[in-house]
């Protein structure tokens, strides 16, 4: 039962993700923005009708195959999380694989039912069911200045830095993948400690 609570760790933040999302649609207009820390952090709602970063898949069922992949990658990695946690891996590896599971499935249940529930599938959309925009609303523009004339391509140009719009699930993922690659020597070499700590006792024995 170790896993079950990674399990919960992923359901909690599924349910935060959820709550912000429908929040953000029943109090907000498409398109509309609002400030919640000055010019650093603002709340606008916008539509993703595909991947990260609004790509999207230019044919007929394009959307269809990438929500059914999304449903494929929830399922192997709900497994794999249960296959590690029962290996009893190191926990923070475990949390990681929760947080990228999370993130997962958040956007999954967009894309799966918000086309149905929330009327939000794209106009040129096959099926309601399937075809679900994923709701971002998290906007960080840290920073607006304009690149240096000696700058390439982009001299003279004006930037904002942080640009995309994301949600908490795309927060939870991203924060997943970046503390494994981060810390994945750790990961390894904590295991293979703690395999050679059970060999010495078992020899001992």
């Known amino acids: 039962m170790e896993h079950i609570k990674y399990y919960i760790i992923s359901l909690f933040i599924v349910l935060a993700d959820q709550s912000s999302k429908l929040m953000v649609h029943l109090n907000m207009e498409l398109g509309e923005e609002t400030a919640v820390l000055g010019d650093w952090f603002k709340l606008h709602y916008v539509l ?9 898949f230019d044919f007929l069922y394009g959307k269809l195959l ?3 992949f999304r449903i494929l990658a929830v399922v192997g990695i709900a497994y794999y999380l249960y296959f590690m946690a ?45 075809h679900g925009q994923v709701i971002d609303m998290l ?5 607006h200045g304009i690149f240096p ?17 994301f949600n908490i699930a795309d927060a939870s993922i991203f924060v997943g993948v970046t503390f ?26």
């Not at 993703?48 to 999207?56: K, L, S, T, V």
């Not at 906007?139 to 920073?143: D, E, G, R």
């Not at 004339?149 to 719009?165: A, D, I, K, L």
């Open 86 to 130: 029962r290996k009893k891996i190191h926990s923070s590896m475990l949390i990681s694989l929760s947080l990228i599971l999370a993130g997962a499935l958040g956007n999954v249940i967009d894309s799966t039912f918000y086309g149905v529930i929330l009327d939000n599938a794209p106009g040129n959309a096959i099926s309601p069911w399937f």
């Open 139 to 143: 906007y960080f523009p840290l920073y």
């Open 149 to 165: 004339e000696w700058f390439p391509v982009w001299g003279s140009q004006s930037f904002r830095f942080f640009r995309p719009v």
């Open 66 to 68: 990438l929500s059914i």
């Open 48 to 56: 993703n009708p595909g991947i990260a970063f609004g790509i999207e």
């Open 180 to 205: 494994i690659l981060v810390f994945q020597k750790r990961f390894v070499l904590t295991e293979s400690s703690s395999h050679d700590e059970v060999a010495f006792k078992t020899r001992s024995l």
